[in-house]
């Protein structure tokens, strides 16, 4: 492993989000780490959509300067931004002078360059001042180099094993999470559409995630809603209450994998999810999890594994391992990004 760090880290750091556990896993590692939690700046204000959005506003101004003030008071060797920066290129071109040593990295989970990319106009236009920038799928790769980024890493996401894990759910708690298929995300059309199909074909769907009322099958999907989005805890016993954990991609977001295709199996549960060429090639299909290309592909693996209860747990096993072995978690995806900045050819 490489020296420790002086990190300065900037995103995200409430209690429930995975860029605060990002955060904590740095200062496991050895790393003496500082953050800067942009969710008061950003998005609990009046101006949080104009932030959000425009990327401008007094938030991301206070931003700005918090970061400068730390950078030149304490020279940190990194300063790592997870997800969306609010950074502009003149605060960038000013930490350069600062601290001249220090390595610039942008850890993206979201898209930047797909549909949404007039959200992101902040970080495109500064994509030239970054050391690196690490996305989630091959097409960003290109498509912010044609923005002006030097270098552009693939990176996954990820889990903490000591929050997505494997628990027993005591009789309180089976009663309002268990289910023997259940989902967890926000509203999309196509999701409801394949949703929709199941309890048709007498499958209960329990859902849970926002925006899902008043969608165009709500009536149907209403007897077996849950609730909005849960987090922490609750995040975790809802998925462990799944015999079958469906997962399906978010296609706005161009997603090939996200977090829930790691989180999922971390929990010892059975992952049944949209098929893709990466979740192909980081699990294997009907040992470590189980992909669907159709709705009557995903109804039909459904009534199999319900059927077959120790081939389901032998395949949610093997998941959880595949997730181990394979350095799915954040401290192994953290080194990488740590090793391939400091060790660039």
């Known amino acids: 492993m490489n020296k420790a760090l002086n990190i300065l880290y900037v995103g995200s750091l409430g209690l429930n989000s995975n860029s605060l556990r990002r955060f904590n896993t740095l200062s496991l590692l050895g790393h003496h780490t500082r953050g800067i939690n942009i969710d008061p700046l950003i998005f609990k204000s009046v101006f949080s959509r104009l932030h959000y959005h425009l ?11 918090e970061i400068l003030l730390l950078v030149r008071s304490a020279a940190p060797d990194l300063l790592l931004i997870d ?38 106009s902040i970080c495109l236009k500064s994509a030239s001042l970054y050391d690196c920038h690490f996305v989630q799928r091959q097409v960003n790769v290109e498509e912010l180099k044609a923005e002006g980024a030097r270098r552009v890493e693939i990176c996954y996401r990820s889990y903490d094993p000591s929050f997505h894990r494997p628990i027993e759910l005591n009789q309180a708690d089976k009663l309002t999470f268990s289910a023997e298929v259940g ?13 929709a199909f199941l309890i048709e074909n007498g499958i209960p769907v329990s859902v849970t995630g926002d925006g899902w009322p008043g969608g165009e099958r709500w009536n149907l999907i209403k007897p077996y809603y849950k609730g909005p989005s849960v987090y922490g805890e609750p995040y975790v016993k809802t998925i462990n209450g799944m015999k079958i954990a469906l997962h399906f991609l978010r296609q706005a977001n161009r997603d090939e994998q996200d977090s829930r295709s790691f989180e999922i199996p971390a929990c010892g549960v059975f992952m049944l999810a949209e098929s893709s060429a990466l979740h192909r090639s980081l699990f ?54 740590i090793d391939t900045v400091l060790n660039e050819s």
Do not use: C
Not at 55 to 65: A, D, I
Not at 183 to 195: D, K, L, P, Q
């Open 284 to 337: 294997e299909d009907e040992k470590e999890a189980v992909f669907f290309k159709s709705k009557e592909e995903m109804l039909e693996k459904i009534q199999y594994y319900l059927a077959h209860e120790e081939e389901r747990k032998k395949i949610a096993r093997a998941g959880m391992d595949r997730g181990l072995k394979s350095g799915y978690d954040h401290t192994s995806r953290l080194k990488m990004v």
């Open 183 to 195: 989902f967890i995300g926000t509203y999309e059309a196509n999701r409801e559409a394949y949703i």
């Open 83 to 120: 997800n969306k920066p609010f950074v502009s290129s003149g605060t960038l071109r000013k930490v350069k002078v600062l601290a001249p040593k220090m390595k610039i990295v942008n850890l993206i989970t979201d898209d930047p360059t797909g549909q949404y990319r007039y959200a992101w």
């Open 55 to 65: 990327n401008v506003g007094p938030g991301v101004s206070r931003l700005n300067k």
